[in-house]
């Protein structure tokens, strides 16, 4: 190297060194160009221009007047490489210097020593970078921090740790890995672990062990950072942090992204509390609210609507029914949805009830796997009193995995805490039925059927009665026996309760006489249904015998008592009977005599 190459690369290293002693700020482009202008001139060269690699190429940083050239990439390049006019030169941390020579004056010597001092003045300025950044990234950290601490959302956590990262490192991928307990409704870049190990290694082993874990790649030029979101009580997921073009980690940057995924942890876990006790606090008032209102010796069908609209809203639930088993059967209660009374509920109603009597546990399926069937998510949870079923509730879903096993265990403590108040409804409304229940028959008792005219003559406008009597029921007990005559009392109420509606009333009116009253009924619908009665006890009994009915219709023009339709009625049955039994007779007065008021 020529004493005039020394000299020209004194003078450059003197007037780095003048800048760096002058400069307290960190690099930028201010450095790189002064460092061009400087080049330019002790070199006497055309053009002078700094680039940068980012990713896949050269970036221009700085450059010298109308210098517009670029630089190609190659993943390989030699420290000196000189063209005809041209010297480009390696620096490090990825920076290059390209020198436009109008002359070719300095030999390799030189520039590799160029190459050198470069090197250091543009380390010395990134260096001041880094130190700069990490100052910001510490407040960033205390600023993320305070944020954390002021709230208590768990996808707030989540947001706040990706912009902080994304701010702090704008040239970085991140994603989170979180574990299938957690959910997001933000747009976050969120990945959920891969239990079965098809997936990153590295991020399950950060996710278990609660270290740091990173991989490096050679082909793609990458480094992968697994830090855990890691709290006191666990692990709650873990940040993967993508660095382009690196080889291997960034000390400092490592221990900021621990930091911050540490912070977040701990945010994390205090908002998991949180939530789990304002969970625990609704999950008590609502059983607390629901013991309370089974408490109010609520009548049967109130208490079940009441259990089935409380699942429903409380779990989201499409369907919900509720049965009681006996040694008679299992029976649906009232409350139940519509879908159980459809012929498509028998196949969930098998599963739950063979698994429930089986275990007297409750069912959890999340998922039945079968094939077109309707729904996919099913609990069944049995009602037991004194280690005996006394019945199941059950829920289903259409989706697969709709109901948590929180939520499981809340509807299996509701069932529990309601199972007395439901019984003691049934057992209630049991007794109520036996006292307006004839014993025999099961029809309604004649209190009962005089208390529901009686309401009817005071709220409808027109109702029919109908009073029966079994033709020569004496000849029956006396041929037959009083047990078959039990029993042909017993087919005869069972056509009747056949042929009457849910609003209709039949009653065992004493003895071998029974009524049915049918309010709002005109008098032809009630002749027509007498006469129908009447053809199926003929055709429907056996031994076979017949019945004749006496058919009194009122209305509100015509203001009427009890006592004086039923007369009426009795008066229509014995014309039925002169007439030749086996028919009915509606009343019209002037057919039948001897009436009274």
């Known amino acids: 190297m020529t004493s005039h190459s020394e000299y020209i690369l004194l003078s450059i290293k003197s007037s780095f060194f003048d800048y760096i002693s002058s400069q307290a700020r960190p690099y930028s482009r201010h450095a790189a160009e002064y460092a061009v202008s400087c080049l330019?001139?002790?070199?006497?060269?055309?053009?002078?221009?700094f680039f940068k690699r980012k990713e896949d190429q050269y970036l221009l940083i700085a450059a010298s007047s109308h210098s517009y050239h670029t630089v190609p990439f190659r993943q390989k390049r030699s420290l000196i490489e000189r063209t005809e006019s041209r010297v480009d030169l390696m620096l490090s941390e990825g920076f290059l210097l390209s020198v436009t020579e109008k002359e070719h004056v300095f030999d390799e010597d030189f520039y590799r020593l160029l190459i050198k001092e470069c090197s250091l003045f543009l380390a010395h300025f990134q260096r001041l970078q880094k130190k700069t950044d990490m100052e910001k990234n510490y407040q960033e950290l205390y600023a993320l921090t305070k944020r954390l601490h002021a709230t208590m959302n768990k996808d707030e956590v989540l947001n706040q740790l990706i912009l902080s990262l994304q701010k702090m490192f704008p040239d970085y991928l991140f994603y989170l890995f979180l574990s299938h307990d957690s959910d997001s409704s933000h747009q976050l870049p969120v990945k959920e672990f891969d239990y079965e190990g098809t997936g990153s290694e590295s991020a399950m082993e950060a996710y278990l062990t609660g270290e740091i874990k990173w991989d490096a790649s050679e082909s793609s030029n990458q480094v992968v950072l697994y830090a855990p979101l890691k709290g006191n009580q666990g692990i709650y997921g873990v940040v993967e942090v993508t660095q382009q073009n690196r080889s291997e980690l960034d000390e400092d940057e490592t221990v900021m992204t621990a930091s911050l995924a540490e912070a977040a942890g701990h945010a994390l876990e205090n908002a998991k509390l949180y939530e789990q006790s304002k969970k625990l606090v609704s999950d008590l008032q609502l059983i607390n609210e629901t013991s309370h209102k089974l408490n109010k010796n609520l009548r049967l069908i109130d208490t079940m609507t009441f259990m089935s609209d409380r699942m429903i809203r409380s779990f989201s639930a499409d369907e919900t029914g509720f049965f009681y088993t006996s040694s008679e059967g299992t029976r649906m209660l009232p409350g139940s949805t519509?879908?159980?009374?459809?012929?498509?509920?028998?196949?969930?109603?098998?599963?739950?009830?063979?698994?429930?009597?089986?275990?007297l546990e409750g069912v959890f399926i999340g998922d039945l796997k079968v094939k077109d069937a309707a729904f996919s998510s099913l609990i069944a949870i049995p009602m037991v009193q004194r280690d005996e079923l006394k019945g199941f509730a059950v829920i289903l879903h259409r989706n697969p995995y709709a109901f948590t096993f929180e939520m499981f265990k809340l509807m299996q403590s509701l069932i529990h805490h309601s199972t007395l108040a439901l019984m003691n409804s049934m057992l209630r409304e049991e007794l109520e039925l036996l006292v307006i229940t004839d014993h025999l028959t099961k029809l309604y008792s004649r209190n009962y059927l005089d208390d529901s005219v009686q309401h009817s003559l005071k709220t409808d406008s027109q109702g029919v009665f109908i009073l029966m009597d079994i033709d020569d029921f004496k000849t029956v007990n006396d041929t037959h026996g009083h047990q078959t005559?039990?029993?042909?009392?017993?087919q005869v109420a069972g056509i009747i309760m056949n042929s009457i509606t849910e609003s209709?009333?039949?009653?065992?009116?004493?003895?071998?006489?029974?009524?049915?009253?049918?309010?709002?009924?005109?008098p032809r619908y009630g002749i027509e249904l007498a006469n129908r009665i009447v053809d199926s006890v003929q055709n429907e009994t056996f031994p076979s015998v017949t019945i004749s009915c006496g058919v009194a219709h009122w209305t509100a023009e015509e203001p009427e008592s009890l006592k004086r339709m039923i007369r009426r009625a009795d008066q229509a049955l014995y014309k039925a009977k002169e007439n030749g039994k086996n028919c009915a007779v509606f009343y019209e007065e002037s057919e039948v005599m001897h009436e009274t008021s």
């Not at 879908?339 to 098998?350: D, G, K, P, R, V």
Request: glycine share 8%; aromatic share 14%; no cysteine.
């Open 40 to 49: 330019q001139s002790y070199l006497s060269a055309e053009y002078v221009s």
């Open 338 to 359: 519509s879908f159980f009374h459809t012929a498509e509920a028998s196949f969930y109603l098998e599963i739950a009830e063979r698994r429930v009597r089986q275990e």
């Open 485 to 490: 005559g039990d029993d042909i009392l017993i």
């Open 504 to 522: 209709d009333v039949g009653a065992r009116w004493g003895g071998e006489e029974l009524a049915v009253y049918l309010p709002q009924a005109d």
